[in-house]
């Protein structure tokens, strides 16, 4: 059974940092690219950091230099850092795993909420 779990959300103020964390199991996970979305309410489902087998990176313009993505293939797990959050990050964030990004299928963990206020 394929599972993503997802973890470190939370209401932070402005200017503060979170990590998130998702945990694979049940793939390879090596071999697949890695991705962080979020979706905020009333909006379309974003892309906001991928992370491909070889370690190519790419991020939504608005999160660079704000937003690091990084892999641990021993221990399936990807992580999304966080900085000098803003409200407009606030949205649930999503892990996504897949051979070939923007492809169908793939994988997705159950979401973890970000809030991001004052």
């Known amino acids: 059974q394929v599972q993503l779990v997802e973890s470190g959300g939370g209401l932070v103020q402005p200017g503060e940092s979170l990590r998130l964390s998702c945990e694979a199991s049940?793939?390879?996970?090596?071999?697949?690219?890695v991705a962080w979305y979020r979706q905020a309410p009333g909006k379309q489902r974003e892309l906001v950091a991928s992370?491909?087998?070889?370690?190519?990176?790419v991020y939504l313009d608005s999160v660079k230099a704000r937003f690091t993505i990084s892999r641990d293939n021993v221990k399936s797990t990807v992580l999304l850092q966080m900085n000098n959050l803003k409200p407009e990050d606030t949205a649930a964030y999503y892990c996504?795993?897949?051979?070939?990004?923007?492809?169908?299928?793939?994988?997705w963990g159950q979401g973890t909420q970000v809030t991001v206020s004052s």
């Open positions: 992370i491909t087998q070889g370690g190519n990176i």
């Open positions: 996504h795993a897949n051979l070939v990004l923007g492809r169908p299928g793939g994988y």
């Open positions: 049940g793939i390879a996970f090596s071999i697949f690219t």
